[in-house]
């Protein structure tokens, strides 16, 4: 009786947000059962609390970080919240060969070229059809999901062995294609040549229910590549999300509508308009950029991602420095993200010719970059 009102109590308050008397209550119903599973809502419990060291700790103490991929995963996203890369690793030293097949076929950042062709390892003049045939013979003999090669491939960008990072970033897709960090990261990580991703693109097993997530992964890829057809397959895109949209309205019963504020008079879709800004931002069409990515940040203020590093190049290369100085203030003072930030301000002095300051902030960026795989 005691341990159903427990474990009642440790969702409701979950499902509250309230992360202390979360843990409260579990901790009393893993003293009551004693069960790994009570210990995995424990730990779950700490990790939402940012107790990270405290989560790993305890799956560590109960022998329970292989028992399971839920498991696993908790022990590497608390390691890698704690910047613990090493330690990372150090969890697949004593374990099956299977944790140490990568050295089979791929080779560390510090190896020479001429040891990569030695071993025909030259990843980047490999076919994208040869790595990801590499890629399903791992998935074959694999017994941990594509989350674990997700947090893998974070792991070795952390500590700037790229191709590790892109054969664990490669299984995960070859399993799921649908885990899209994994797909981000590939490219934002530029782990691969333009032709390869091309190429991966079309060969990723996608069910033919997920047309529409090739066409979103499609608009990033168009985003990165000077491709002269990438805009109109934005375009493309967004008239089918509003399509999409007006069908949705039809078949509900609420008579609401939210306003048109995007492009094509369809809701905003930041994502879509961020992929849209970039490719105006390879095309050097600063003016263009600078209103995309200033209107995703008008719609999502807190968004860290690809649209402020586009906002912010944008009002350098445009020489908005007041915007660009309050813009650089608003992210030091609210946004803790160093690399943003540096970044904004290293802009900042470069645009008012401080040049001497401006590389000290701009070398910050290039410091800080290798361990922050995200």
Known sequence: MEQQ???VLVQQSLAQYDNTTASFYAQNLLTITNKDEDAKVL???????KQYHRAFHLIKSRNLVFKDDQFLQLALQSLIETGQWEECLDLFENQ????RSLDLYVSTSSSSSQEQQAAGLDIKKMRMSQLLQNAAKRVASWKWGPEVDLSRARIYLALDQRNRALICLLRALFSRPTLFQAFDLLLDHHLLTSLQEVELLKLLPFDPQDSFIVDLYQSKLSSFHKDSGAGKKITDLE?????????ASRLSFSEERPKPVGPNNSVANTYLLTCRAAFHAQHFDHHQAYQLSKKVLE???FNMDDAQFI???????????NELYLHSHKLVDKFPHPILSW???????LTIEKLDLARQYFS???REVPTDPL
Request: charged letters at 30%; one cysteine or more.
């Open 5 to 7: 009102r427990l474990a």
């Open 43 to 49: 730990a779950d419990c700490y990790f939402r609390s």
């Open 96 to 99: 099956e060969e299977e944790w």
């Open 239 to 247: 008239a089918r999300l509003k399509e999409s949209m007006g069908v």
């Open 299 to 301: 719609i999502d203020p």
């Open 311 to 321: 906002y912010i190049t944008s009002l350098k290369e445009l020489k908005l420095k």
């Open 343 to 349: 970044y904004a301000v290293a802009c900042y002095y």
């Open 364 to 366: 910050k960026v290039t």
